[in-house]
């Protein structure tokens, strides 16, 4: 294989998913550049498997199997009010897996509302807003990685307990949302006393 054959594959996939999407023929479902806001699996949101998107196998299937798992670091167990802390999203099921997205969201536990603000790092990830609420999530070139790096950057002041929740997608690569594996996962953050 040379360099050229992960921008041709994504290149078809790409084309493929909108003709397949405006051809009114089939719908794929498939968002190779993120999927819509909401649907992190928090507040009420379904993820993309209980949505009915990629629901060959049950919400965490792969965990319980044992082929992987959405994992999180760099949230602290206490914020402090206008700090920022770099933060790494990995959906580690790569057995048989060629694409991963994922969606994120950081909220305050009693409202709802958006809790901080969070900073794509690189052309891999990127923020999109809905209804006050900012969602983290892959772009087209970051779902070639199963590994997303961004920033979260605390409230300037203390805004009580703050829930993070996050989707994973570990997908076979194949264009449709069948076979795919979602993950789901939250963290809750408190403020420093």
Known sequence: MNGRF???LV???AVYL???GTSGGSSVGAYLGGPDPGVTGGFGEPTCNQSGCHSSFDLNAGRTLGLGDLLISGFPKQYEPGETYPIK????HTQDRKVWGFQLAARVKATGGQAGTLQPKDGGTQRLEEKGVQYLE???DG???NTFSFAWVAPSSPAGEIVVDAAGNATDGGGSPDEDYIYSTSIAIS???
């Open 138 to 140: 892959h772009t087209l």
């Open 6 to 8: 992960p921008f041709m």
């Open 11 to 13: 290149l078809f996939l």
């Open 18 to 20: 909108f003709v397949a």
């Open 143 to 145: 779902s070639l990685t």
């Open 191 to 193: 403020p420093v006393r």
């Open 89 to 92: 999203l990995v959906v580690t």
